[in-house]
């Protein structure tokens, strides 16, 4: 008989480690047009917010110094580089932050580059990767 609880305990314990506790949601957004009487919309309703575009800084390595882009434009210098990605953070901080170092760039600017994300705001910074193919 102890043996068979032994193993229904161990069982148990299995189960509620394996189990799945995410909230399951019930709600999903939607959007609902409205309209007045006679086909016309109505004008108080707001349009939603619309999705802001990642921030991309591609880290690049030229006569052996780092060069920075963010979304396809060039960066001189560091100063630069700081006061881009803190004019991005007031906009929206929520936005994602792509860094796409070239192979070549030391990892200590891909680094900074990334505490210099952090450091303005961003939460949501990412890597980007190549495929092999």
């Given amino acids: ?75 001189t210098d560091w100063e630069v580089l700081k006061e881009r990605l803190a004019a991005a953070a007031a906009i929206d901080t929520g936005v994602p932050v792509i860094l796409d170092p070239v192979a070549e760039v030391p990892l200590g600017y891909v680094i900074e580059s990334y505490d210099l994300s952090r450091s303005t705001g961003f939460s949501q910074i990412q890597f980007a990767a190549r495929s092999s193919g």
């Fill in 1 to 75: 008989m102890t043996p068979m609880i032994d193993v229904v305990f161990l069982l148990l314990i299995f189960f509620i480690c394996t189990a799945s506790f995410q909230i399951i949601e019930q709600n999903l957004p939607s959007q609902i047009q409205i309209e007045a009487p006679g086909g016309a919309s109505d004008a108080s309703i707001e349009p939603a917010e619309q999705d802001l575009e990642p921030v991309i800084v591609t880290i690049g390595w030229r006569n052996g110094r780092p060069t920075w882009t963010i979304s396809g434009e060039p960066c």
